[in-house]
Each structure stands twice: as C-alpha cells, then as structure tokens.
T-cell receptor
Framework: AQSVTQLGSHVSVSEGALVLLRCNYS??????LFWYVQYPNQGLQLLLK??????LVKGINGFEAEFKKSETSFHLTKPSAHMSDAAEYFC????????????????FGTGTQLKVEL | DTAVSQTPKYLVTQMGNDKSIKCEQN?????MYWYKQDSKKFLKIMFS???????INETVPNRFSPKSPDKAHLNLHINSLELGDSAVYFC???????????????FGPGTRLTVT
C-alpha cells in the first residue's frame, strides 16, 4: 500500500521568503510523485511530477521538488513566495504500475494550506 | 476550452433525494475518475473508469453509481442522499497507462454538493 504524509497542515510565509512544503511517502515499489495546487473554489492543477527521470523536478510558477529516496521525501520549494501562491497544496503518490484495464491510482496527502503575508 | 468540465458547479438538495453530476473531458483520455473532497480538504478516490469499464470501486456505498456512456463522459448518480454526502466531488481524467509508466490526472472544477 502507498501513502503520503504532509507535515504541517498550515504554513505561513512572508512575501519574498522561501516556501518549503514537506511531503514524505511510503511505497513498496518505486513511486511516482506529484504536487498539485488547489486555489479557492477551483479544481486541482498539476505543479510538477517525478517519474524517475531526474531527482530534481522543476514545475510551473517557479516551484521545484527534489526526490530523496534515502529520506522517502519529495518536498516542494520556491525561492521567493508571491501573494498569488496562497492556496492548498497536495502531494500525491502512484505506484506507477498502472491498473489492469488502464488508469492509475493516486493517493493524496491531507494537504497544506499556504498563506503568504505582506 | 475547458479540458475537464462538470455540471452543476453547486448542488443543494434535501436528504432522501436522488441527484446526478455530469463530467466531460475533451482531452481524448481513456480513463476517468471520481474523487470526493470532504470538509477537511481530504481527497479520496471513489471510482475509475477506463473506456467505459469500471476499474476502481473504493468501498463506496452502493447509493453511488457511476455511469460512463462513452469514454469522454463519466456521470455520478447518487440515490437517497444523506447529510454525510455533503462534499466537493471532483472528476478527473488521464491517459491510459502502460505498466511502468505514470501520467498525471487532470481535474475538473468540482461540484459542491450540500445536503440539508
């Protein structure tokens, strides 16, 4: 079984400060990892994904994440926070094997609410 | 053009009623999903369909019945609505995957269901 733990349900940073959102995973097979962002009253939008090609993954809006197998982590970072980054962030894991018949199963973390202050 | 669309966006109804939520994707994907997001923002998969075939059914009460008339549509019908069904329901889609690969899911805007 696979699972994801997001440490800190609420993170608050100042505008221009470093953003660090933590995600640890558990998977019995090499995982595929995703970060999604959800703005208020909207659906989820993919920020970036790790699929074993490179451990440092760059995504949209200046976000990046580093896969660390030894730490079973996939933390999300952004060097300088902007007010528009305020949203809910979800880490998700898939075992990448796909499902018989197609598709894949994503297991989501409980989310981290990012607040950006002036 | 919206990639994954859902209707309605808001749905307010009384306990015991039957309601449906519709989902359509124009991405050419073969696989579609339904997720439930509770009041604490926790997301849990409910169903997955691949080319009209049910792939995932995650211990969801049988009052919930997905229907896929074609691979671009996945509707969710809910019978005898209960207070605990109040949540945001998201539809998503992805490409058909081969073993050893993974692909992201594209989400719709959500349907906020309120049962009174």
């Amino acid at each position: 079984a696979q699972s994801v733990t997001q440490l800190g349900s609420h993170v608050s940073v100042s505008e221009g400060a470093l953003v660090l959102l933590r995600c640890n995973y558990s998977s019995s097979v090499p995982p595929y990892l995703f970060w999604y962002v959800q703005y208020p009253n909207q659906g989820l939008q993919l920020l970036l994904k790790y699929t074993s090609a490179a451990t440092l993954v760059k995504g949209i809006n200046g976000f990046e994440a580093e896969f660390k197998k030894s730490e079973t982590s996939f933390h999300l970072t952004k060097p300088s926070a902007h007010m528009s980054d305020a949203a809910e962030y979800f880490c998700a894991v898939s075992d990448g094997r796909g499902l018989t018949g197609g598709g894949n199963k994503l297991t989501f973390g409980t989310g981290t609410q990012l607040k950006v202050e002036l | 053009d919206t990639a994954v669309s859902q209707t309605p966006k808001y749905l307010v109804t009384q306990m015991g009623n039957d309601k449906s939520i519709k989902c359509e994707q124009n991405l050419g994907h073969d696989t579609m999903y339904w997720y439930k997001q509770d009041s604490k923002k926790f997301l849990k998969i409910m169903f997955s369909y691949n080319n009209k075939e049910l792939i995932i059914n995650e211990t969801v009460p049988n009052r919930f019945s997905p229907k896929s008339p074609d691979k671009a549509h996945l509707n969710l019908h809910i019978n005898s609505l209960e207070l605990g069904d109040s949540a945001v329901y998201f539809c998503a889609s992805s490409r058909r995957l081969t073993q050893g690969s993974s692909d992201e899911q594209y989400f719709g805007p959500g349907t906020r269901l309120t049962v009174t």
